[in-house]
């Protein structure tokens, strides 16, 4: 029987994995908030805002109705700004039925809380664990709607519930591996963002590839401190929810955290940046949450710190750089 798939946000990546999604023989409705992207979605097959010129498959349709989009939806797929996900989800939950498995694709901390998304979500539809999932891993969205082969992480607290979303999202292309923990995923791919935008303050100051490589990998070390210190099995930091989607934003001009650092460190200002960046660029909230949680953990998170400092307090990147370096010294694993 083929399944019944609701995709919530029809920006890049929420309609890239509509796509995924309806490849693998699924029958997709995409939520969209703005008339004229559901429907030139309907009409055209296309979403001329995110990916003009590329064809959507024939199994998506897309509605701004959420009630209609999640009515008999056997998966519910979140992919709004973390930000926005409580209050969205506050009023699509109603709707949402009790088996729904419900999937995040964001890649943020709530501001204030410092809560995961899994963490909102069954705080406003009093989901169990065990039908919340999680997708991550190097997904740059535009390679993605292309075709070209990827291949990504699905986490759930119940393995059949990933299996599920595995099977439903495998396709020629995508290929998704099942991982249990859901909180070593979503760390990572909160984390990755922030580390993509320094990554990129670094390459926009054009620092060379020693240094890159330094904060990638300094990078993923605060990042497994943090994942460890909040249960997650160290092992995740080490696949694609962890260096491998930290390698893709930290490489590619595809990335949008990226792309904000490099403006950044190139010397633009915030507003600056803000203003050019169309699309979201979560590490440029969630570097704020994300060292919240950090304190709350008592972890140290210099490189994230770093990127507070420049994109909220107005340091400029050469100060931040010679504080980072002038650190103490100290042990490599600790
Ligand atoms: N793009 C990518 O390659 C990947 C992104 N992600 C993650 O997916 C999540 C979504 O990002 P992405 O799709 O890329 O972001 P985009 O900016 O491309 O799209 C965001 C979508 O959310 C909608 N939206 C914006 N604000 C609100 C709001 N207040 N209420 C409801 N809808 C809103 C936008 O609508 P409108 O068009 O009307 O503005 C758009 O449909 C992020 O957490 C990101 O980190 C994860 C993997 C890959
Ligand atoms: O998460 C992503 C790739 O896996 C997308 O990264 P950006 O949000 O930086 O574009």
Not at 94 to 116: C, D, F, W
Not at 120 to 135: H, S, Y
Request: aromatic share 4%; with cysteine.
């Amino acid at each position: 029987m083929t399944t019944r798939m609701a995709v919530l946000g029809a920006g890049s990546w929420g309609t890239a994995f509509a796509m995924i999604l309806a490849d693998a023989g699924s029958r997709v409705t995409l939520w969209g908030r703005r008339p004229e992207v559901v429907d030139a979605v309907n009409r055209t097959h296309t979403n001329p805002d995110y990916f003009p010129g590329i064809a959507l498959p024939a199994g998506i349709t897309a509605t701004v109705d959420p009630a209609a989009a999640v009515a008999d939806a056997e998966f519910v797929v979140l992919a709004v700004p973390s930000q926005t996900l409580r209050a969205n989800l506050a009023a699509w939950a109603p709707r949402i039925g009790p088996q729904t498995v419900l999937v995040s694709l964001m890649k943020g901390v709530e501001l204030g809380t410092a809560k995961l998304m899994s963490e909102v979500i069954a705080e406003v539809t009093g989901a169990d664990r065990d039908r919340i999932a999680v997708v991550s891993g190097p997904n740059l969205a535009p390679e993605i709607v292309r075709r070209e082969p990827a291949a990504c992480v699905v986490a759930c607290r119940d393995e059949t519930v990933a299996e599920r979303l595995q099977l439903a999202c495998h396709t020629a292309y995508y290929r998704p591996y099942t991982n249990v923990d859901v909180v070593g995923c979503e760390v990572g791919g909160a984390a990755k963002n922030v580390i993509g935008l320094a990554v990129g303050i670094a390459e926009g100051m054009e620092l060379g590839d020693n240094t890159k490589a330094s904060l990638i990998t300094r990078g993923l070390a605060e990042t497994a401190r943090l994942g460890l210190a909040m249960g997650a099995d160290p092992l995740t930091f080490a696949g694609l929810a962890g260096m491998g989607d930290l390698v893709a934003t930290c490489s590619s001009p595809l990335s949008r955290n990226h792309t904000f650092g490099a403006n950044l460190g190139r010397g633009m200002t915030v507003a600056e940046t803000i203003a050019a960046t169309r699309q979201t660029a979560e590490g440029v909230t969630s570097c704020r949450s994300v060292l919240d949680l950090a304190r709350r953990h008592r972890i140290d998170m210099p490189i994230a710190q770093m990127v507070v400092d420049v994109v909220h307090d107005g340091k400029p990147p050469q100060v931040v750089v010679k504080e980072l370096m002038s650190r103490s010294a100290k042990p490599e694993r600790r």
